[in-house]
């Protein structure tokens, strides 16, 4: 619905039609090569070229080819008095400070019959506390010209602030309200849950999400990631708020959590002021449920599921292992080296043999869990072919592994998020109290290039042989009806 809505704006404002969309697909479908040659000629013009270059060579001497300002600013790690962690990155380029509350939660920490409950009582914080009510919670910070952020994800609660220097404390202090004294108003829960059943049947009407969630549940089998952060729509519609109260109560504790600040501060400064704002957090332990390794259980398989769409979609899924194990990094750059347009995937699936819509691959590594996906969207007409194809492409790789062109493209890849994930303080506060929370310490990103240049063509081709192939695949095929 959201897309058509904006088709149908989009085409009025543009042509003052309500079938612009429509148009625009038969004007495409007419071209002729003469027709892309000769509007070439007529605006690729050599005498109309404007370039623009960004770089650290252009920009300033001051940043480094190895990482940017934001990554080399000093980073403070802090024990306070009652228990919480707190990370502290001085980075005064800017005047602007990210403020990031992290607490475990999630999926793990949810059951069959709660799944979800992370995110509808994460949206119930923003429902009033005992001194704010919720148009005030909304207005607070964006009348000055930040912004507030509370949600959820499969591992924890993220509550986040933006701000101007010297609005920091007071999104402290908005944050540590909505912590420690949250209403959660029961005349707003009907209207929360509402909107996250909308999202959940949404997902219901894409083909490739059916696939994923369809391969997921299988891979994980009788284990929490079975679930999604989303829950069920039966789950989501039995949930009352005395589930909301019992998550909040079990999460939000000392040390469950992550407080970071990254920008123009001064980290005893900080401290004196989180200290001040969460001094009455509660005292509690970490969720023993995310320190878990789940051992693989499911068997592969095939499944067929049909929705009505008119294109097929194949995912062929492998269980692998979670964030925590060295292996993930191999992974991620065989995610990277099967997943733009220049992977093997692409080339041949779609360019040579025309068979997909879109085709790549998606590696999933949640704490003591992980899975790989590879995916193809294709004509019905087509699909025992892509399958084949995509198939055969996948056991090449367990038997071959990459080639040394391939890693050395997924490198630069990799390379290329890993340096736009550090540019800006939101980032890197969502980095550093992720990174700490989940165990593997605050400067993992900083250990990440050496880790990944050490990946040799010999372990990928290991790791390719330990959890692909043939054998151990979870199919999913998404039809027509």
């Not at 429902?127 to 909304?138: F, L, N, V, W, Y």
Request: overall charge neutral.
């Amino acid at each position: 619905m959201k897309g058509q809505a904006g088709s149908i704006g989009n085409g009025w404002l543009l042509s003052g039609s309500l079938d612009y969309q429509g148009q625009f697909l038969a004007a495409i479908s007419a071209l002729t090569p003469e027709a892309i040659r000769d509007a070439a000629r007529r605006y690729l013009l050599p005498e109309a070229v404007s370039t623009v270059l960004v770089g650290p060579e252009v920009e300033t001497a001051n940043v480094s080819a190895n990482g940017t300002d934001s990554a080399r600013a000093e980073i403070h790690h802090l024990k306070l008095k009652n228990g919480l962690t707190l990370l502290v990155g001085e980075n005064p380029r800017l005047p602007l400070v990210s403020v990031r509350a992290n607490f475990l939660a999630g999926v793990p920490a949810e059951t069959d019959l709660t799944a979800g409950v992370t995110q509808i009582s994460a949206h119930m914080l923003l429902k009033g506390t005992k001194k704010r009510a919720a148009a005030h919670i909304a207005s607070e910070l964006e009348n000055r010209g930040g912004q507030l952020a509370c949600n959820a994800d499969a591992h924890r609660y993220i509550l986040g602030a933006d701000v101007m220097r010297g609005d920091e404390t007071d999104a402290l202090d908005l944050i540590a309200d909505l912590i420690l004294n949250p209403t959660l108003p029961q005349a707003s829960l009907a209207d929360v849950k509402k909107r996250q059943i909308a999202n959940i049947l949404e997902e219901q009407e894409d083909p490739l999400t059916v696939a994923m969630r369809k391969a997921r549940r299988e891979i994980f089998a009788g284990q929490p990631f079975h679930r999604t952060a989303l829950g069920t729509e039966q789950t989501i519609t039995n949930l009352k708020l005395g589930d909301c109260r019992d998550m909040l109560r079990v999460s939000l504790t000392t040390h469950n959590g992550v407080i970071s600040v990254f920008g123009d501060v001064k980290a005893a400064e900080i401290k004196k002021e989180v200290e001040k704002a969460f001094a009455k957090l509660p005292k509690g332990p970490r969720h023993s449920t995310h320190s878990r390794t789940y051992h693989a259980s499911a068997k592969p398989g095939a499944w067929t599921e049909h929705l009505d769409k008119e294109q097929a979609v194949i995912v062929v899924g492998f269980r692998t292992v979670g964030l925590e194990d060295r292996d993930v990094h191999a992974l991620n750059l065989i995610d990277e080296a099967c997943s733009d347009m220049g992977s093997r995937l692409f080339n041949r699936i779609r360019e040579e043999l025309g068979l997909a819509y879109y085709v790549g691959a998606q590696n999933f590594a949640a704490m003591g869990a992980g899975a790989f996906y590879f995916y193809v969207g294709t004509d019905p007409k087509k699909v025992k072919l892509a399958e084949k194809e995509l198939m055969a492409q996948v056991n090449d790789l367990a038997a071959n592994g990459l080639q040394t062109e391939e890693i050395d493209r997924a490198r630069v890849t990799w390379r290329s998020s890993w340096l736009r994930a550090q540019q800006g303080n939101p980032g890197m506060a969502d980095t550093l109290a992720w990174n700490e929370l989940n165990g593997l310490g605050w400067d993992h990103f900083q250990k990440l290039p050496g880790i990944m240049a050490d990946i040799s063509s010999k372990e990928i081709q290991r790791i390719a042989a330990k959890y692909f192939g043939e054998k151990k695949a979870f199919i999913v095929r998404v039809l027509p009806k």
